[in-house]
């Protein structure tokens, strides 16, 4: 057993502790820490009224704040933690990650690391933090796993997977990413406003043959006719998985595509031109410093809250495109998670849903020693089929459409 540490106690942490819970006669002492005590209790009687625990066991909350190494490495050690599932806001990455690094507890994440007075740096944007601890990990025989979530995350195992099951050489891959639920509120961002803002205020970086292409927000748009959810509008939106995956798969164009309403565009564009959405400080009249995107953030509706009401599906996947035995191949391999489900079996919609479930997926997966690799990884470095198999078991269900059209949605199980 080598129990568990979750950082944060957000919508994405409830699911991870839930779906821990279902499997700690694996995982072993659950504990989950973050900065408000308060929600990491409430974290825990969700589990314990939905009835998540596999066997009796510790489950455990703890007051932390992650930005402080020494008191995180303390964490760890006072719980005797192995693997730390870091799903707290990705500011706090490098600091847990150096917690891991000097206590050997392996390392997840679902996000990259961000400094809160930077949007859109230079890419790939693992260069600018999580990179340069490679060789510390490596050193200290440290499992890391970047960017396990779901995008990122199973879409950088799904473009794997195709790449090594279905081609013989890709051209493109169009990660598409299609939330069609409604959860019947004015306006509200499906996690943390701050972090969703940031990705899509400055430049939107693509990799388009072989080479880091920079457009702007809602300048490109396209429709694609998608798995039950059906045609669905997107835009070109940056995304964290371009990043790495741009640098390891050899492939000359990745793009990641966001589905929009009109309405969600029309706010957006108000709060953004207003300068609502700016991470910069701002002093108002009465001397008081403040920062536009935290106001904005504190009068949205908690993501967390939207849960109860959310319905309709999530559909998220890779369409490959490039050749097989000399013939032009395309295939879709994706997922569709319904919010109402989701929030039944663990309280949450399905954009926490699908994010919470491959960590725990990877931390069985280390626990087993099947992905326990001593070193620092981004998910396309290492083999899908298990990650994939795992999920498929845990509720989590990967299909493929091996052609436009194509209504035979087999399920993927992949050979573990
Ligand atoms: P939330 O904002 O709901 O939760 C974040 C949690 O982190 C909060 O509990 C917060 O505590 C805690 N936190 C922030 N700073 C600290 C700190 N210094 N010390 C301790 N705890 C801290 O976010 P979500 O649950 O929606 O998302 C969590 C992560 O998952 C984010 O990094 C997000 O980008 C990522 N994500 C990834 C997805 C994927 O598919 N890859 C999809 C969705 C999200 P408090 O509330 O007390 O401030």
């Known amino acids: 057993k080598r129990n568990v540490l979750i950082i944060g106690a957000g919508g994405v942490a409830q699911v991870v502790a839930h779906k821990c819970a279902q499997n700690n006669a694996v995982l072993g002492d659950i504990h989950i820490a973050s900065r408000t005590l ?3 209790h409430a974290i825990i009687d969700s589990v314990h009224a939905k009835g998540s625990m596999q066997t009796k066991g510790v489950l455990q909350a703890h007051a932390l704040d992650a930005l402080d190494v020494e008191a995180t490495k ?3 050690r006072a719980t005797h933690s192995q693997i730390v599932i870091n799903v707290g806001s990705p500011f706090v990455n490098m600091s847990v990650l150096q917690a891991c690094i ?9 996000a990259i690391h961000e400094d809160p007075l930077k949007v859109c740096e230079t890419p790939p944007w693992y260069a600018n933090y999580e990179w340069k601890r490679r060789e510390a990990c490596k050193a200290a025989g440290v499992t890391a796993i ?15 997977y195709a790449i090594d099951h279905h081609f013989d050489q890709v051209d493109s891959i169009d990660i598409i990413d299609i939330n069609a639920g409604s959860h019947g509120r004015y306006f509200a961002t499906n996690f943390d406003p701050e972090t ?10 693509s990799w388009e043959n072989n080479a880091w292409k ?9 429709d694609w006719d998608m798995p039950v959810t059906g045609v669905s509008t997107t835009y070109l939106t940056g995304h964290d998985e371009l990043h790495s995956m741009s640098q390891h798969l050899g492939v000359p164009n990745i793009r990641f595509w966001m589905g929009f309403g009109e309405h969600y565009i029309n706010v957006f564009n108000v709060l953004k031109n207003l300068g609502l959405l700016s991470e910069q400080p701002v002093r108002t009249a009465r001397g008081q410093e403040v920062v536009p995107l935290e106001v904005v953030k504190a009068v949205l509706p908690d993501p967390a809250s939207l849960a109860p009401a959310y319905t309709g599906k999530t559909c998220i996947g890779d369409l490959v495109k490039g050749t097989k035995d000399g013939q032009p191949a395309e295939v879709l391999i994706y ?3 319904d919010h109402e489900a989701s929030y039944h079996e663990v309280g949450s919609q399905a954009i926490s849903y699908t994010a919470g479930v491959p960590p725990v997926a990877a931390a069985l997966l280390i626990a087993e020693g099947v992905w326990d690799v001593g070193g620092m990884v981004n998910v396309e470095e290492l083999d899908p089929a298990p990650l994939i198999a795992q999920m498929n078991r845990m509720g989590l269900v990967t299909r493929i459409r091996h052609a436009a059209g194509d209504n035979v949605l087999d ?3 992949p050979v573990a």
């Open 38 to 40: 308060a929600k990491c």
């Open 74 to 76: 303390f964490l760890i």
């Open 102 to 110: 000097d206590t050997g507890a392996a390392y997840m994440d679902t």
């Open 146 to 160: 970047l960017g396990i979530g779901f995008d990122p995350g199973v879409v950088n195992a799904y473009a794997r």
């Open 196 to 205: 969703n803002f940031r990705e899509f205020t400055s430049t939107v970086w």
């Open 214 to 222: 920079a457009n702007q927000m809602f300048e490109h748009r396209k």
């Open 335 to 337: 997922n569709v998670c």
């Open 411 to 413: 399920p993927v199980c």
